[in-house]
């Protein structure tokens, strides 16, 4: 069973550094496109980030780049999210989700693409 657990979450102070983990079971991450969201109170879900399957290319919201970095580790069957110099308005649950086909530079922020989510886990920002 295709699982996908979540982990890292917590308070940080603005402009601290967090990094969130995507832990794998059932699969394996190489074969799969993997996904970070996060959705704050009141807002739609937004995708913040993707790492493809096999070459590993990556993709940034722009609202993140420069900030955060996705990184896979294949012996560890997880994902990581490093995030960096963290402003309150980026407080929100961060979820993880997987599909098997590849990103497109457009819709790899589609939540509706991904077939298995994570439970989520919340990193609010102090303000």
């Known amino acids: 069973q295709l699982q996908l657990v979540e982990s890292g979450g917590g308070l940080v102070q603005p402009g601290g550094s967090l990094r969130l983990s995507c832990a794998a079971s059932?699969?394996?991450?190489?074969?799969?496109?993997i996904g970070w969201f996060r959705q704050a109170p009141g807002k739609e879900r937004e995708g913040v980030s993707c790492?493809?399957?096999?070459?590993?290319?990556?993709y940034y919201a722009d609202s993140v780049k420069g900030q955060f970095t996705i990184s896979r580790d294949n012996a560890k069957n997880t994902v990581y999210l490093q995030m960096n110099s963290l402003p309150p308005p980026d407080a929100a649950v961060y979820s993880c989700?997987?599909?098997?086909?590849?990103?497109?530079?457009?819709?790899?922020?589609?939540?509706?693409?991904?077939?298995?989510w994570g439970q989520g886990t919340q990193v609010p920002v102090s303000s």
């Open positions: 059932g699969f394996t991450l190489d074969d799969y496109t």
């Open positions: 989700a997987a599909k098997r086909t590849k990103p497109h530079w457009l819709t790899w922020r589609w939540p509706r693409l991904y077939d298995s």
């Open positions: 790492i493809s399957s096999g070459d590993g290319s990556t």
